[in-house]
């Protein structure tokens, strides 16, 4: 199933420039942001993020992406990555490069996994200045599949940097443990030590 919608013009103020800050690893801490801010003004909105100006070919490229996923098209997703992409999540710890990220998919979901569909509603930004700088997508989807009999439905979010038609770094969240509890995985505690 291929479906998304898009918004050019951005619909949330601050939180997504916090979660892009917290997603990517601001380097000013909160003290420092709290010292510019003493000194003088801080940026608005309007002078942190602005129309990105190439909105609907990079909605484009994400849209095209995921799509590439949920119908197993590796070749399609290693064009839509840059050489250098890296791939973030679902836990902080987890990263790969774009190539890696494709692997992944070619010899776990797409030889395990059935009825791959994605569906999705993206919005996208650009980040005028700091080390964020640049146009952002975010992609707000449901991903399901099937697995030895099972249906498997889970929500995630991506946020991902596109430079001239590529995807340079991508992030995303969701519920590793729930997509595998639906596959008939338990969580076992440790046991309990007096």
């Not at 995921?66 to 070749?75: K, T, Y």
Request: net charge negative; charged share 20%.
């Amino acid at each position: 199933m291929k479906h998304y919608e898009t918004k050019s013009k951005m619909t949330f103020l601050v939180a997504v420039l916090i979660t892009a800050c917290t997603l990517q690893g601001c380097t000013d801490s909160p003290k420092e942001v709290k010292e510019t801010a003493a000194e003088g003004e801080a940026p608005t909105y309007k002078e942190m993020v602005a129309d990105n100006p190439t909105a609907e070919a990079d909605l484009m490229v994400m849209a095209e992406f995921s799509n590439a996923i949920a119908a197993g098209d590796s070749v399609k997703m290693k064009s839509l990555l840059s050489d250098t992409a890296i791939v973030y999540g679902p836990s902080p710890a987890d990263s790969s490069s774009g190539e890696q990220y494709v692997t992944s998919w070619v010899e776990g979901g797409f030889k395990t996994a059935t009825n791959r569909e994605v569906a999705f509603v993206q919005q996208t930004f650009k980040v005028l200045q700091g080390n964020l700088a640049g146009n952002w997508v975010s992609q707000w989807s449901d991903y399901s599949f099937t697995q030895a009999g099972k249906t498997v439905k889970f929500p995630y979010h991506s946020i991902s940097r596109i430079v001239d038609g590529k995807i340079v770094s991508s992030r995303l969240y969701y519920d590793r443990e729930y997509a595998l509890t639906q596959l008939g995985s338990k969580l076992t505690p440790p046991e309990r030590t007096m």
